[in-house]
């Protein structure tokens, strides 16, 4: 479902941007920048959302395995999607996106396949902090 918004929010902002153009091909190209930076910056906000939603099922003792892997699945989709808004920023920006979504990555596949609950609920707590503060790092050296 966010996906979906965040898609019509953003094809509506580019049929706005390809509407409203000033024929200024330097006002364009900084209207772009400012679209994509938003865009960034928005996607950003979503994917710390999702962080924190999975970091508060991970320590809540009655949630269920499928509900953890829903939700680890909905903050993998977010950070590919925030690999995508980063495309159209800085080197440093993609790279830093790049490194933070690794880390995690690794970080939930190194959880055991036999661990309990409880146990994995720990690790995925341990990897969404750091990735939560990856992604304040990021936003804030984003101007977000």
């Not at 036999?114 to 050296?141: C, E, F, P, R, Y």
């Amino acid at each position: 479902m966010r996906k979906l918004i965040f898609g019509g929010i953003g094809a509506l902002a580019l049929v706005s941007t390809a509407a409203c153009s000033s024929g200024d091909p330097v006002a364009d190209a900084s209207a772009s920048v400012s679209d994509a930076a938003s865009s960034y910056c928005s996607q950003l906000s979503a994917t710390a959302a999702a962080t924190g939603e999975l970091a508060t099922l991970a320590t809540n003792p009655n949630t269920t395995v499928d509900e953890l892997k829903a939700q680890r699945a909905e903050v993998n989709s977010d950070l590919q999607d925030l690999k995508s808004e980063a495309t159209n920023l800085k080197e440093t920006q993609k790279a830093a996106v790049g490194t933070l979504t690794t880390a995690y990555e690794q970080a939930i596949q190194s959880i055991p396949a036999d661990s309990t609950v409880s146990q994995a609920g720990q690790q995925i707590t341990a990897a969404t902090t750091a990735l939560s503060a990856a992604l304040t790092a990021v936003k804030a050296a984003g101007n977000c």
